[in-house]
């Protein structure tokens, strides 16, 4: 079975701040694929990064830095210099290339002035 | 890209009530369709994932119940609500990567009474 576990339910930091958020995951693929996606309080998720389980390379966009680490089942999520904007709810997730994903429970970011 | 919208955006309904939750999606064609569930502290639950019109699948047992009448329409039922069914509903579309990636509607939040 797959599992995504996010331990942080809630984390408060203050802006210019950087603050990263754990995903751990679990499953027997050998290959399959992760996601983080946002969702704001409007609701919608929108798609941030997907990452296949054959490349480590960690990845950065902007403010954003992903770590991926096969050895540890983990793909953590850096926020460099925290803003408001980037206030939301984070979900990692799991899946298999055309399949359903499994979700974590989110981690709830709150970044204040 | 894709567009999926959902309406109602929110409502309302008393215990025993029916239900009806609608999601059309625009820019794509023949795309695998899903409905999550939104609970408090519970991250995102699959309920039903469709890969065409009329094939339903289920992923848990409960109330509610998925039609797929058009390739690019997915209605959430129920005949009588309960409040457990309470939640924020999201639908969401198979990105044309087949990679997993998911395109989410903005949701329809249900309270129950």
């Known amino acids: 079975a797959q599992k995504v576990t996010q331990a942080q339910t809630e984390i408060s930091v203050v802006e210019k701040e950087d603050v990263t958020l754990d995903c751990v995951y679990e499953?027997?693929?050998?290959?399959?694929?992760l996601f983080w996606y946002k969702q704001p309080p409007s609701g919608e998720l929108v798609f941030l990064i997907r990452?296949?389980?054959?490349?480590?390379q960690n990845e950065i966009s902007g403010r954003y830095s992903w770590n991926f680490q096969k050895s540890t089942s983990s793909f953590n999520f850096t926020i460099t210099a925290s803003q408001v904007v980037d206030s939301a709810v984070y979900f990692c997730?799991?899946?298999?290339?055309?399949?359903?994903?499994?979700f974590g429970t989110g981690t709830q970011l709150k970044v204040e002035l | 890209s894709q567009t999926i919208h959902q309406w109602p955006a929110t409502l309302v309904q008393p215990v025993g009530s029916p239900l009806s939750l609608e999601c059309t999606v625009e820019?794509?064609?023949?795309?695998?369709l899903y409905w999550y569930r939104q609970a408090a502290g519970r991250g995102l639950q699959l309920l039903f994932y469709?890969?065409?019109?009329?094939?339903i699948s289920s992923e848990v047992p409960q109330n509610l119940s998925a039609s797929r009448p058009q390739d690019r329409q997915f209605i959430l039922s129920s005949k009588k609500l309960l409040l457990s069914d309470s939640g924020f509903y999201l639908c969401?579309?198979?990105?044309?990567?087949?990679?997993?990636?998911?395109?989410f509607g903005e949701g329809s939040r249900l309270t129950v009474l």
């Open positions: 499953t027997r693929d050998t290959t399959y694929y």
């Open positions: 469709s890969v065409g019109i009329g094939q």
């Open positions: 820019g794509t064609s023949n795309p695998n």
């Open positions: 997730a799991l899946g298999r290339g055309g399949n359903k994903l499994t």
């Open positions: 990452r296949n389980s054959f490349d480590e």
């Open positions: 969401a579309s198979q990105g044309q990567l087949n990679t997993g990636e998911l395109f």
